[in-house]
């Protein structure tokens, strides 16, 4: 099983798997079914969030998500650890704290041993423990690729739900992680990835985003999001939309990963990548190529997006310290302008 790398049986990686956002736009245009009927369903797929949130009264309220995706890493134990840290960061997103999961499995039987596939599942249970979670089941297919994820649900109290959408105008942002997996992901495809470099990407794709829960309760932190698959472009710019915003970042304070810079010029640029610009690039500011491949690499279980009053900026560093995070502001919230996006 050692010598079987799970990258050459897909033809996409991780959330650069995901459908571009403007083919995205046009299948939930066509989809015919409203949810507005629900009063109790607080979040939808109208501002598309992270998950579903249902209050179920006594201010109480269910998170329901799922997310899967092509292997990302060639091991299956690490793919599977990767899967599911990103399926429940999507709870952490909303500022909720996760109960329990269940497994969402397609394997090509005939091409790959069911052993591998059960690496996959005991990545999934380990990363699932750390959460504090059982994998409590799950449903498998014959699948000519091999696809893993999980369906989650959690629970948040109604006054601690983040949504994508709350951002104020003045609002700072800031990134938990460093930007580049999707170039370290290709590299790694392409097999240009060094050994000393090989494992950068997976340990920052296996850090749990439990931070989100903590965030639920700060009342100061106006909106949250996870950057993934659609890169920290496509992200804020829902953000944008959500709150009828426009938002400057400063390409110089973004976090990036040291190694991935040199793969990029390797031009390890992931398929993803151009596929995000051509679905949002109109809405962005004018940018260098290299910005392009840096803002729109789609990320794996990247980091938290964050929105917080300027007012208590402050408090907010004092409480990311105590946290174990240092991190820079990247940009604010800014009234609404022609793009979604400058960056500066």
């Known amino acids: 099983m ?7 049986y897909s033809h996409g990686a991780g959330c650069g798997c995901k459908i571009a956002p403007a083919v995205l736009n046009k299948i939930l245009h066509t989809n015919a079914v409203s949810t507005k009927q629900y009063p109790s ?3 939808g797929n109208d501002t598309r969030d992270d998950a579903a949130v249902l209050n179920i009264g006594n201010g109480e309220c269910i998170i329901s998500t799922t997310d899967f995706f092509m ?3 060639d091991d299956a134990f690490d793919f599977g650890r ?3 840290a990103n399926s429940i960061s999507d709870v952490y997103a909303m500022g909720g704290t996760p109960l329990m999961a269940i497994a969402i499995l397609g394997w090509p039987i005939n091409a790959l041993p069911a052993e591998v596939a059960a690496r996959v599942i005991e990545g999934s249970r380990a990363i699932c423990a750390e959460a504090g979670i059982p994998l409590a089941g799950g449903h498998s297919i014959d699948c000519p690729e091999p696809v893993f994820g999980l369906a989650v649900t959690g629970r948040v109290h ?3 739900l983040k949504k994508n959408s709350g951002a104020f105008s003045g609002n700072k ?8 997996v999707g170039i370290l992901s290709t590299a790694q495809k392409k097999n240009i990835i060094k050994s000393h470099d090989a494992m950068v990407a997976r340990d920052y794709m296996v850090q749990l985003n439990k931070l989100g829960e903590k965030l639920g309760k700060l009342e100061y932190v106006t909106a949250l999001t996870d950057v993934t698959g659609f890169g920290l472009l ?3 710019s829902e953000m944008c939309e959500g709150a009828n915003l426009s938002a400057e970042i400063d390409f110089k304070k973004i976090p990036v990963i040291p190694e991935a810079l040199y793969y990029l010029k390797q031009n390890a640029v992931p398929g993803g990548t151009n596929r995000n610009w051509t679905s949002y690039g109109h809405k962005i500011s004018a940018i260098t190529e290299f910005q392009q491949n840096i803002l729109a690499d789609p990320q ?7 929105a917080v009053e300027k007012s208590e900026e402050n408090m907010f560093k004092s409480f990311l310290k105590t946290e174990g995070f240092e991190l820079e502001s990247i940009g604010e919230m800014i009234d609404k302008i022609e793009k979604n996006i400058v960056v500066m």
């Open 2 to 8: 050692d010598d079987i790398k799970l990258t050459q």
């Open 173 to 180: 942002l800031y990134l938990t992680k460093p930007l580049g």
């Open 234 to 236: 496509g992200h804020l």
């Open 82 to 84: 990767i899967a599911s």
């Open 158 to 160: 109604v006054k601690n």
């Open 41 to 43: 369903l607080l979040v």
């Open 300 to 306: 794996t279980n990247g980091g938290l997006l964050i």
């Open 71 to 73: 292997p990302i890493v």
